[in-house]
């Protein structure tokens, strides 16, 4: 890895630089521009010319500023000492970087993303004269308290161990190992490098098969994603795509969450940072922060790295789901990452395709989706990795490239609407537009929880809020004195549907998240009441007296009033429930 | 062999004072010269007239054989033999100090008052470097704007970015300088300091604010930096740097809480698509460029609060949405990046009602965490939820109304109909002097509500309807 000087600048445009007198250079190689030592990729090569895209502010740099080589790609460090550290969009350490520069983000500056100095007690699990194949476990090492980190060898190496160390505390640069391979003897530390372009290789993808459970009703019960599966929640500005994915991340039944936060507001990582350490992961007792890395390219941080902050983020989950964890990774928002990709392709004068972004746009979005799926990994685990990726539409148009496209590479779609955000029913997940395709995938997985009654009941009330529909554009023209009692019962169910079930306030301490048994129940109790009523309604009771039974009130707060560890209130509410209609 | 760094910087000092005779191309505000020695990206320009005055400009492309320069005062009068210009090997900066409150600038920082340039100790770069998220602290202090809608419904918080959507002929003058005059922290004796940036308004619109300030007794907290309607369009590009690096000094270097208004960004974005299209670049959405939202993100991100700094940077930008529409790229944008945005209302104005706030699309991001108990009132939180949640059932009764005739209506809904009433009447509309104090504002705002019937509040609690609804 010698630095070496591989041609001097030509032309500076924003974070595009031509570069001329280019010898020794390679396609995706980290190189160094001018004495500023900024970073930076080259991104095309054609004759002794090149376009390197610079992941920092460009400010000063003139022609003729020469270009050092690295001769290796962009790349993520891999090792203990991910979890609870947020990177910038090429893994620069923010933390380190705030010790260095102060509050601002200096140019030029580096840190390497793992700690030199921490000591790690290794514990292997091999032993000499034992043979490695690549992501084979060479030992372990507990990097927080509740990730046991399994360290792996490296994807390019293989062959036999000729020495290991005992158990003991090592830093991520310490040979742990080292390999008689064909090539020679190779030593192994911690930590290996990996390029963020480059999908990790797996042995096999496993269908999909598990639901990942979110705690988010409307999504576990109506619009599922199963573990390794990829969804895309589109909506205009401030309908609840972050707020949707900070939910998710914090109670959702992953192993290890990554969040990107690529090119929205600095104060949303803030708050990612405040409140994370605070939580406590109702699975574990441990702190959410205990399973969190955060990738920060902030709105106003330099575009080129918005670019590369989504593959640094595939990268790292990729590099858990080795160990065998299931990693969900959160992208916020593939919109300005699209966006990024414009911008670049527009300063090097590429023909544009729709709305000014190049023709390659689909091929970036399906290769960055591809990345995600349940996997058998090289060492035999298991492991996945879920993408949710948020996306911005300008003008909240759907019909736009990047969520036209998106939508062609994903199964899920959780579609924000506007008119639900504005009357603040949240999560704003429009029931009507969203979608998901791993309804039968993950049927299976509910049955042996809770017999038939998830897929009975969603089914049910589907259909329901389907007819729903229809009625309101009745309602709409005749008012609702038109319709018999039975049809505005419809109505009327839906609208409890909607404000005791699928509403669900990010803020309350109770209503945050609700376990897969509390929906379950809610549910019940919401189609008791619809059955129940319905016959009711065929002896002769009338809407205004069922409306107005008191327990009602009760059932629309019980997402409130009820606890996670308390559903036994459940059942009371629903024996009150069927004496109050039977009194009818 | 002398190494190649000390010879670069040996030249840079000489190639600095370097002046070249005759540029190649002038095309609106851009200049091509050609045959220069190797400048910087984004360095500082002197562009010298055949007067003898000098224009300040900055490099946005440089290579080998020529180099555009954006000329922030325009280049109106400059010929190609006549004019000289000169690189400074380092990016365009302003002197920045204390002194510049109680004064008036252009947008380049240079008084325009009369007075000598304020003696200033350190000068920072007007672009200013992103903020490491670490190093930000999470805005979450209550401001009392003492206006209802706002304090109760779209809570304002110290070092929150909350933009004013507004159209032409709409009030968001008097209402950007009724909360400049009437903001305060409750229980605190902080004033803010105001900087206030123009960028291509008219020079009554700026003397209203002059005014405003003026009688109110604060001009002299006040920095003001117009580029006005008939500046050169460019210079509105620099503008809000301008006014912002003052903004961080004073926030981040003499902690001071500083509210920082801008006005009007529409005009800004304009200038912005105007140098796009002269470079010919590529197009987005209605001929602005791909890079808007960086580029606003780039000001808009300067706000908020810095860890172990006592200041603040609240900034108020103001735009007129053009047509009033909602999903033009400026408001779009805008509001992918601000932490919400007041939205008015055409509608609600010509019916008089003051200040024109839409109920619905107006947001405040922050407020989830500068209210409720200890901070405002323990219900506010579920109240400002209720009264969106029944005001949007309004608009839909509103409908159905239109369509079937008011009297057709089932009870509920006439009650829904004079909810609606009552709240725009009384809690949204007040005067333009009026200061309400937030108690007041969630005592209107729970009257309001007292004229549904207690069932259809289901984001209230049990306990919070016990105590306020009805009384
Ligand atoms: N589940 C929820 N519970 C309570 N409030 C919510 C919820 N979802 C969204 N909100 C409210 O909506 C606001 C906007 O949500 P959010 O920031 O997630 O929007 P966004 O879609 O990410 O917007 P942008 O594209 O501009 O980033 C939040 O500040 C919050 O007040
Ligand atoms: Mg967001």
Known sequence: MEEQIIGRVKRVNGPVIEAEGITNGMMMELVRVSEARLIGEIIKLSGACAIIQVYEDTTGVAPGNIIYGSGMPLSVELGPGLIGTIYDGIQRPLERLAEISGTTIQRGIQAPPLSRDHQWDFIPALKTGDFVTPGTILGRVQESERIEHRVLCPPDVLGEIISIVDSGAYTVDETIATIKTSSGNHNLTMMHRWPIRKPRPVTDRIPLRIPLITGQRVIDTLFPLAKGGTVAIPGGFGTGKTMTQHAIAKWCDADIIVYIGCGERGNEMTDVLNEFPKLIDPRTGSSLMERTLLIANTSNMPVSAREASIYTGATLAEYYRDQGYHVAVMADSTSRWAEALRELSGRMEEMPAEEGFPAYLPTRIAEFYERAGYMQNLNGTEGSVSLIGAVSPPGGDFSEPVTQHTKRFVRCFWGLDRQLANARHYPAISWLDSYSEYLDEVSPWWSTRAGDSWARNRKRIMELLQREVKLQQVVKLVGPDALPDSQRFIIEVCSLFKNAFLQQNAFDKNDCYSTIEKQLRMMDIILLYADMGETAIRRGVTLVNLRRIKVLQDIVKMKLTVANDDIAQLDRLEARLIRSIEKL | ?471
């Open chain 2, 1 to 471: 062999m002398t190494n190649p760094n000390t010879l670069n910087l040996l030249d840079k000092e000489l190639l600095e004072g370097r002046e070249y005779i005759g540029v190649h191309e002038i095309d609106g505000p851009i200049i091509i010269i050609k045959n220069t020695h190797p400048v910087g990206y984004r360095e500082l320009v002197e562009c010298i007239d055949t007067n003898g005055h000098t224009r300040l400009g900055m490099v946005l492309d440089t290579s080998s054989t020529a180099v555009a320069v954006q000329v922030f005062e325009g280049t109106s009068g400059l010929t190609l033999p006549g004019t000289h210009m000169r690189f400074r090997g380092k990016p365009l900066t302003v002197s920045v100090t204390e002194a510049m409150l109680g004064r008036v600038f252009n947008g380049l920082g240079q008084p325009i008052d009369g007075g000598p340039p304020p003696a200033a100790l350190v000068s920072r770069d007007v672009n200013g470097l992103p903020v490491n998220p670490t190093a930000r602290e999470y805005p979450r202090d209550f401001i009392q704007t003492g206006i209802s809608v706002i304090d109760a419904m779209n809570t304002l918080i110290r070092g929150q970015k909350l933009p004013i959507f507004s159209g032409n002929g709409l009030p968001h003058n008097q209402l950007a300088a009724q909360i400049a005059r009437q903001a305060t922290l409750r229980g605190e004796n902080t004033e803010f300091a105001v900087v206030f940036a123009a960028m291509g308004i008219k020079h009554d619109i700026a003397r209203y604010f002059i005014d405003s300030f003026e009688s109110s007794g604060v001009l002299d907290k006040v920095a003001l930096f117009l580029s006005l309607a008939d500046a050169p369009s460019i210079e509105r590009i620099i503008t809000p740097r301008t006014a912002l690096t003052l903004a961080e000094h004073l926030a981040y270097e003499c902690g001071k809480h500083v509210l920082v208004i801008m006005t009007d960004i529409s005009n800004y974005c304009e200038s912005l698509r105007e140098i796009s299209t002269i470079r010919g670049e590529i197009p987005s959405r209605k001929g602005y460029p791909g890079y808007l939202y960086s580029d606003l993100a780039e000001l808009y991100e300067r706000s908020g609060m810095i860890k172990g700094c006592p200041g603040s940077i609240t900034q108020l930008p103001i735009l007129t949405m053009p047509n009033d529409d909602i999903s033009h790229p400026i408001p779009d944008l805008t509001g992918y990046i601000t932490e919400g945005q007041i939205v008015f209302d055409r509608d609600m104005n010509s019916r008089s009602i003051y200040p024109p706030v839409a109920g619905l699309p107006s947001l405040s991001r922050l407020m989830k965490d500068g209210i409720g108990e200890g901070m405002t009132r323990v219900d506010h939180p579920h109240l400002a939820s209720q009264l969106f949640a029944s005001y949007s059932y309004v608009k839909d009764v509103r409908n159905l109304a239109s369509v079937i005739g008011e009297e057709e209506l089932t009870a509920l809904d006439k009650q829904y109909m004079e909810f609606g009433e009552e709240f725009e009447r009384r809690f949204v509309n007040q005067r333009s002097d009026e200061n309400r104090d937030i108690e007041e504002s969630l005592t209107i705002a729970w009257e309001c509500l007292s004229l549904l019937p207690a069932e259809e509040l289901t984001r209230l609690t049990e306990d919070e309807l016990d105590e306020y609804y009805g009384r």
